[in-house]
């Protein structure tokens, strides 16, 4: 069996819908769709997708660098906007994020996400090599 490896989330949507921040099995690390949540709590810039996608990706960055891989272990991203028109804007902070090996990726838009505020999500699946 491969080994397994979580980063829990302690907050009180975890409470009431269950998940963890990134899981590793194997050299298979995937990042759950993450929010521009701040350190106390609240979304990060609700009005500027630009501001959410540049916390998001830290937020993803930590948790990757939690199991020893960076950005560039990155294969696949998913971005999910409430408003297609964000499309630059969140385009404008991938590229910055991933500026020199850019992973594949799918961006769609989405009717809602779980608060008003938020305006991107993002998820994350990386591969390293086996440790």
Known sequence: MLEQTRIPVRSTLAETFPYSRAVRIGNVITVSGTGAYGPDGNIVGPRDPYQQAVRIYQIID??????????????????????????????????????SEPPAVTLTQVSALLYPEMLVLIDAMAVVAES
């Open 62 to 99: 930590d948790a990757l660098r939690h199991f020893g891989a960076t950005r560039n272990d990155v294969a696949r991203v998913g971005i999910y906007v409430t408003n297609i028109k964000h499309w630059e804007a969140v385009g404008r902070a991938h590229k910055e994020y991933f500026f």
